[in-house]
């Protein structure tokens, strides 16, 4: 994550962002809806606090805050922390997500993983992947080149329809066969 807030394309688009500001607001508004067009999603996160802070005397026990959403964009996931704790927040389009408690329940219980993980002391300097779905979802298939398929696959198949399927891929069980 460092690496791309320092990246060349961080400057660029924090320099976009405050011309963008600086513009009269019908012609912003245009501009932030172009950019956002380019995107179906925004997950954002926000180290909080690390100690508690207090409002007039009290105690605040949590903090929240949603993703601005602006264009086309149908699904916003906000992260903080915030005393010791995290919290999730999504906002979507139900015709996009018409269930986000599942998606909620599913990064909670991710989360929930990765704690277990770091109080088990097993975690190694080489890359952690709890569950790789996103390689479960890809096409098993190969292109015309001979090389992996890099389409995602509809839920219950392996391939999908344009690739031909690799002779070890067919033995793995749910594997369809596609004409």
């Not at 012609?27 to 925004?42: D, H, Q």
């Not at 909670?108 to 080489?126: F, P, Q, T, Y």
Request: proline share 7%; hydrophobic share 40%.
């Amino acid at each position: 994550m460092d690496h791309l807030k320092k990246s060349l394309d961080a400057i660029v688009g924090f320099g976009v962002l405050n011309t963008i500001g600086i513009l009269p607001p019908n012609m912003a508004k245009k501009a932030a809806c172009f950019f956002a067009n380019k995107a179906s999603g925004v997950l954002t996160n926000v180290p909080g606090p690390r100690k508690p802070l207090f409002l007039a005397g009290n105690k605040i026990k949590t903090m929240m805050f949603w993703v601005p959403r602006t264009g086309k964009i149908r699904l916003g996931i906000s992260l903080i922390s915030y005393a010791g704790k995290v919290t999730l927040g999504i906002v979507s389009d139900e015709e996009l997500l018409p269930d986000p408690e599942a998606l909620l329940d599913g990064a909670v219980e991710e989360l929930n993983g990765l704690l277990e993980l770091i109080k088990s002391g097993k975690i190694e300097d080489a890359p952690l992947v709890l569950h790789d779905r996103y390689q479960e979802a890809r096409c098993n298939g190969v292109t015309k080149r001979g090389s992996q398929c890099k389409k995602r696959v509809i839920p219950g198949q392996n391939i999908v329809k344009s690739t031909r399927v690799k002779p070890e891929a067919l033995s793995r069980p749910g594997m369809m066969r596609m004409p």
